[in-house]
């Protein structure tokens, strides 16, 4: 009861605050380049829905990332059998905007799926998320046995020569990365480009051949179309399971990229620590797989009181 | 009485019986709520006896439900309720179909001795608590163990085939599910203990119930007193044999106008093909002819006293196997001192006491981290389940296997007390672990542990390290399982409680990580 009620408020709040009129709103309030042109947009203190509303605007709008007819793949992480005030997972509320955004932009599929770390149906069912998906319109597509993934060649890996990869990804035409903003216990921190090993199916391999090396391997193969990094509740610590509430704070952030390490740059400095102390995002940086240095980027900040 | 009707109102319930146990078995979608798999297995009789034996509740009243029923009418658990029967029943009516013969059965002698002697041996080893002869005789177990071993695995290769079909039109609602199989031994053992049965009993119908089966020697003794029975009627029966070649039992003795009650298990397939009424079903009346008891109780009595000693010197086989420590490669050897029980058996020593090894929280575990023992409890706690840290790990917000357990041996808990129930200690073998052998990050361990007992704490340069605490770790093994390191090295494993213990909650502290106060720190 008490996480439908969670979610039923959240949706409530989220289309409340989409009613307002953007330019209403503390919109943008460094106003650089025109909307549409910016390398990142973040967003602090609305709902999730009406986050990404913000940030997908100053992105360019959804039709700038999904044709229609396009097959489009949306990965959250679903790695955790969590509520979502636990904030394991990616917030609910944030996929189905997304979903529902993708649908109305004409996109034939709307696929989500994870390889969960916990039971993958739990996982699915009580982080709220296949609840949501389902509601938008996508479809929830198991990844828990090998059968779904295809092996892929990685040239320029490093570690990760190989992989098998989730054929929705190798399929699909769109892609778009939907972590969330959490601690980790591993690489410290827990993002865009550490969401993207839940696409493959062997992650023993990642923690046994230099975890932070074959995470940015990755990127050699595939960078997703569209990241965007769910900050509503953040994980401070314990992660990336977290043990309860006293985990979590509302942080009511968003942040949308499709540079990848960049996405993940901001999203670094909002929890405190600098991009140059995750392993992984230095090691992409040097690799060239996208930009950490966000004094480089154009960026839509935009605040919603 | 219309006989008939009768026997085909038996022949409806006792499928209605097997198709149901064999369902909660076979739910790979884990659509069955506890309550119903409690209620389905709630009339099975030693699985209930042992329940009761713990606890004595309306819940495990089951067996004292089929004591009355055998009090009234004979047998009726075995030709309705007992899957193994009525699994047999099956083999049975397969080989009858395809037999040319008039006479399908013969009328046989008891196995009097044999039959007294095995439940003897087995009420001995209730009482000397060990299980392992009841595990390995008790009919409800060893179906279970047909349909979790054997037929489990065939319906998941099914499924999985259809779900991979189905996947290239993008319906998923069938999904693919993890097969595991059995550790050889228990799978080999099982697969014998099928094809002997299914021989027997397409061979020569109930032998085994009425030569093997200690449920079915013990019913028979009260049947022998029961208060509707089976009889001739002397003045009717043309001793034409019909009866004879249908009874799966071969206890109907036509020359003398005897049916031996204690081996009749209530088919009433002889009520219903007796052209003359010659046979019914009621109290005994002048012109029908009893059986009279046999000796057999005295024999049995002997041989309750040969068996009990027999059992009770054989009983020093019961140690450990334990585990050398050696090392390779500079990698050291898990050294685990138990196994691992699942959470509400309280303590090793009294769940090998009372499980039977029917597999039903085997088939209820969502992780599939219960499977059956070979030889990690020792002799005692044969196929009966453990925590197999290598298949899979248990989940933190789950007590399935403690809801559905019939025999009592997993004692029902809350989630609360689940998640503070210490199965065992998780072990730190830094010398075996990714961060000092390669000197690069892994912490699968403390990502997947659910009250962060496995803690990462800095280690060499810019590395972190596991460091375990104990006193709020709960043994679940959601750090062995993922560790990447091979058995029987990995950098973390959990040593086994001889008796759980409570665990401390994980302190709740304060967010200490907080995040910038500015709104964009970029």
């Known amino acids: 009861m008490k996480r439908r009620d969670f979610i ?3 949706v409530g709040v989220g289309l409340l605050s989409g009613a307002f009129p953007l330019f209403g709103g503390l919109d943008d309030v460094y106003g650089r380049p025109a909307t549409g042109d910016y390398d990142l947009a973040a967003v602090r203190g609305g709902e999730p829905a009406a986050m990404f509303d913000r940030a997908i605007e100053a992105m360019g709008g959804i039709s700038k990332y999904v044709k229609r007819g396009q097959k489009v793949l949306v990965k959250p992480n679903i790695g955790w059998d969590a509520p979502p005030e636990r904030a394991a997972n990616t917030n609910p509320d944030t996929v189905r905007r997304i979903v529902e955004q993708c649908k109305e932009a004409g996109a034939s599929e709307v696929y989500v799926f994870d390889n969960t770390c916990n039971k993958w149906d739990r996982c699915y069912k009580n982080s709220g998320i296949e609840e949501m998906v389902k509601k938008a319109g996508g479809k929830m597509v198991p990844g828990n046995t090998e059968s779904f993934y295809k092996e892929v060649t990685i040239p320029g890996a490093v570690n990760l ?5 989730h054929k929705l990804v190798l399929e699909s035409d769109v892609f778009i990365n939907v972590p969330v903003l959490k601690h980790h216990s591993s690489t410290r921190i827990s993002l865009a480009m550490k969401n993207l090993m839940g696409v493959v199916w062997d992650r023993k391999f990642y923690h046994s051949n230099n975890l932070n090396q074959c ?10 179309d569209l990241n965007v990094i769910d900050g509503y509740n953040m994980m401070t610590k314990n992660g990336p399971r977290g043990v309860s509430v006293a985990d979590v704070v509302n942080l009511k952030a ?14 670094t400095k909002m929890f405190g620590m600098q991009p140059s102390e995750i392993g992984h995002i230095q090691i992409a940086h040097d690799m060239k797989l996208g930009n950490m240095n966000l004094d480089e980027l154009t960026i839509s900040r935009q605040k919603i009181s | 009485m219309n006989y008939k009707l009768l026997k085909r109102t038996r022949v409806i319930i006792s499928l209605l019986f097997v ?6 078995f076979l739910d790979i979608y884990e659509t069955f709520p506890n309550p119903v798999i409690n209620a389905i297995t709630w009339l099975q009789f030693t699985p209930s006896l042992l329940d009761f034996i713990q606890v004595a509740t309306l819940a495990s009243s089951g067996f004292i439900i089929v004591l009355i029923i055998t009090f009234l009418m004979g047998r009726i658990y075995c030709s309705t309720i007992c899957p193994l029967g009525i699994m047999q029943d099956v083999f049975a009516y397969i080989a009858k179909r395809r037999s040319k013969k008039k006479f399908f059965y013969k009328k046989k002698k008891p196995q009097t001795l044999l039959r007294f002697s095995i439940l003897a041996l087995t009420i001995i080893s209730i009482l000397t608590s060990f299980s392992v002869i009841v595990t390995l005789l008790d009919p409800y177990s060893n179906a279970g163990r047909f349909f979790t071993y054997l037929i489990r695995p065939v319906l998941i290769l099914g499924n999985n085939a259809l779900a991979l079909v189905l996947q290239h039109w993008e319906i998923y609602t069938l999904h693919p599910v993890k097969l595991i199989m059995a550790p050889w031994f228990v799978f080999m053992l099982v697969t014998s203990f099928f094809l002997i049965i299914a021989y027997l009993s397409y061979k020569r119908g109930r032998l085994l119930c009425n030569t093997i089966c200690p449920v079915g020697t013990l019913l028979g003794l009260l049947s022998k007193i029961s208060w509707l029975k089976i009889n001739f009627d002397s003045d009717k029966c043309t001793k034409c044999g019909h009866c004879i070649g249908v009874c799966k039992s071969e206890c109907i003795d036509v020359k003398q106008l005897k049916i031996d ?8 397939n002889c009520l219903s093909i007796c052209q003359e009424s010659a046979l019914s079903l009621g109290r005994i009346n002048k012109n029908s002819v009893t059986n009279k008891a046999s000796s057999a109780t005295d024999h049995s009595r002997r041989n309750i006293l040969a068996t009990g000693i027999a059992l009770i010197t054989s009983q020093t086989v019961l140690a450990d196997i334990k585990k050398k420590n050696t090392t390779t490669d500079d990698l050291i050897v898990n050294k685990k001192d138990f196994a691992v029980a699942p959470p509400g058996a309280i303590g090793i020593k009294r769940f090998n006491e009372i499980c039977t090894g029917c597999g039903l929280c085997v088939t209820a575990c969502p992780t599939q981290v219960l499977q059956p023992a070979v030889s990690e409890y020792g002799l005692k706690g ?7 840290y290598g298949s899979g790990y248990c989940n933190f917000d789950c007590r399935g296997c403690t809801a559905i357990c019939p025999t009592g041996a997993l004692l029902p808990i809350s989630i609360e007390e689940k998640q503070i129930t210490q199965l065992g200690k998780a072990v730190f073998v830094k010398e075996n672990c990714i961060v000092y052998t390669d000197g690069t990050d892994c912490g699968a361990c403390s990502e997947h542990c659910p009250t962060k007992a496995v803690n990462m704490i800095p280690y060499e340069g810019n590395l972190l390290i596991p460091e375990v605490n104990q006193d709020i770790c709960i043994g679940c093994g959601a750090c062995e399982h993922p560790c990447p390191v091979n058995e029987p090295y990995k950098a973390i494993y959990v040593n086994g409680n001889a ?7 994980p302190k709740e502290e304060e967010s200490i990580g907080k995040p910038v106060e500015e709104d964009f720190p970029f």
């Open chain 1, 254 to 267: 968003l942040i949308a990229s499709s540079d990848i390490v960049a996405a993940d740059a901001a999203a």
């Open chain 2, 261 to 268: 009650h204690s081996r009749c298990v209530d088919c009433f």
């Open chain 1, 8 to 10: 039923r408020k959240g």
């Open chain 1, 161 to 165: 020569k190989k992989a098998k990869v």
């Open chain 2, 499 to 505: 008796i759980h213990q409570a665990a401390q909650k």
């Open chain 2, 382 to 388: 044969f196929m009966q389940p453990h925590m197999d």
């Open chain 2, 19 to 24: 198709i149901a146990t064999f369902s909660i």
């Open chain 1, 215 to 224: 995470i940015a391997d990755f990127l050699l193969f595939k960078k997703p």
